[in-house]
């Protein structure tokens, strides 16, 4: 045990809790996990459940820092997270329907202050908090996952909007043809569609069925392909891989070019899977930015990769709320 | 004059700069202008004697308010006013090259504090203090006029973003097709291409060239048709000019459905020339964003005109950073 236990409220709790699994960090105030504990989401229907199987996993943790009494808040990045309201609303991916008042539960178990938003805002909270964003008082996170999310920063500060919302430019409309890509909101063209890692297997597909040239991705079932085995292939050599990480790249500076319109940030930050593809997908999103931005706003905005470890970025994120 | 000569720094200085003339209104608490004074701006090639011919015209409407030492401040909203420098930076429609350190000039003459903008945040500023956003914390502010201008309020600060030139808007790109109509930005396809009133004479002439169908804009040398003219065409029942205020009126508000992914506002406040034009042009305003706007913003955000007159506006606007 660290010898700090007196020092009054020296932690935070953040929980990053996905469809799956949701995972606790006990932080101190420089961004340490001192421990990390997991347990399962979709294990509990009944949220009052969760919450008390919740407490009670991370109890010996709270043991290890001298108690709950030295904990100054929790920060809580959920899918569907409304900072304005506290509640998980709606969310398609968790077990439990409608308005889920999940920051008053967790208030009401643990006794300390307990805030809430969506994973993307919680990951821009990380960012800005320990990460390659810190210092910085305008940047956009963009989230490129299984979605395309984000958590845009105006003066320091998370843009919530009129309804704790705000910050959704995966759904940022990039194709308003007819042939815009029918995305899981019910429109066609978001940005998501495209520039996320199921965006990624989309376009791979399409290349793949339309044109000839050989491929390594050839060899797969294409209903199965993910953005790895492109990264794989393109690692590789394959030309119709390089050409998938181009238009993935490219569309998505092309977008960050756009969005620069807003609020001029300082940085995009780039952070999720897609991101381990390095420069087959940051050198096209680089031109693809340098190639529209306008002109009063070249090189102003870094391109940058995250720098929080995968695992410990959302828990981080989430726990940065925690302090507020 | 008036019996509040004792009351101290009950005035602010709005300063609308625009290309041909300055208008400098002294204005109170409430938002009523007790005075107007206009100088022209481009008599005054040397920046010194700029300032110095506006102190002296201020000078009776000074008097009137019981002198300088009833002003708490001076707002200016000018062509690329840079909020964070004070500077007008660059701006091509003004006499004086380069820089010009306008808000220290001011302080220096006046001796009292000095902000800028560039004139769409003043337009924002101005509906927040004095319109139709009172008491609104995010609304997204559109000005129609030669070109498109934006002020985009957060948590009731205006976006400056990381340079001072936040909130472009209408150097959104909507047409990234090699198609997309050149902008004087330099890049093709920009919102205030196709938004603006030399956007909406353009698609003017556009359709009447590609077109056969009779219409009262025939009449007209396509050269200098204006939106005044497609107006008057319309409300005469002009087919081809209801069309055109279509094809605008669903564009801009197509584009204000994705801007509702940045901030999710409460309200869009449409100002501007083009918004005397009525219901030709907010009802495919309305229509486009219904349309497309994201599921779960549906009907959130207000579609507004603005309730400023015209000519006060932009003086009122400007005059609102004053009280800061």
Same mark, same amino acid.
């Given at each position: ?18 469809? #799956? ?5 006990? %932080? ?22 969760? %919450?008390?199987?919740? %407490? ?43 308005? %889920?008042?999940?920051?008053?539960? /967790? ?6 202050? +307990? ?6 805002? =919680? ?41 704790? /919302? ?23 063209? +978001? ?5 996320? =890692? ?27 392909? #993910? ?13 119709? =891989? ?5 238009? #993935? ?10 969005? +620069? ?5 300082? =940085? ?57």
């Amino acid at each position: 045990m660290e010898n700090n236990a007196k020092e009054e409220k020296s932690y935070v709790i953040g929980l990053d809790m996905g469809g #799956t699994n949701s995972v606790f960090g006990i %932080v101190d105030s420089r961004g340490t996990i001192k421990s990390q504990t997991v347990i399962s989401t979709k294990a509990y229907p009944d949220i009052n459940d969760y %919450v008390k199987a919740a %407490v009670e996993a991370l109890q010996p943790a709270l043991d290890m820092v001298g108690g709950i009494e030295n904990v100054r808040g929790m920060g809580i990045g959920a899918p569907n997270g409304n900072y304005y309201t506290g509640n998980i609303e709606y969310a398609a991916n968790l077990a439990w329907p409608g308005i %889920v008042p999940i920051a008053k539960l /967790f208030e009401e178990a643990l006794g300390i202050p +307990c805030r809430v938003t969506n994973d993307a805002n =919680a990951a821009a909270m990380g960012e800005m908090t320990y990460g390659v964003a810190r210092g910085m008082k305008n940047f956009i996170m963009i989230t490129l996952g299984t979605g395309v999310g984000s958590g845009i920063v105006c003066d320091g500060k998370i843009v919530y909007g009129s309804d704790g /919302f705000a910050g959704e430019l995966g759904h940022f409309v990039v194709d308003h043809t007819p042939e815009g890509r029918q995305c899981g909101c019910g429109r066609k063209g +978001c940005l998501e569609c495209y520039t996320s =890692a199921t965006g990624v297997a989309r376009t791979a597909r399409e290349i793949l069925s339309k044109r000839t040239e050989p491929s390594k991705l050839r060899d797969l079932d294409p209903e199965k392909i #993910t953005s790895y085995d492109v990264y794989c292939a393109a690692e590789e050599g394959d030309e119709i =891989a390089k050409e998938i990480f181009e238009f #993935t790249g490219y569309l998505l500076g092309r977008s960050c070019a756009d969005f +620069c319109t807003f609020n001029t940030p300082e =940085a995009f930050v780039f952070f999720g899977g897609l991101t381990k593809a390095g420069d087959w997908i940051m050198d096209p999103i680089r031109r693809g930015y340098d190639e529209n931005v306008l002109h009063i706003f070249r090189g102003k905005a870094k391109l940058l990769v995250s720098s929080l470890k995968g695992s410990e970025a959302a828990v981080l994120g989430a726990s940065a709320l925690g302090w507020e």
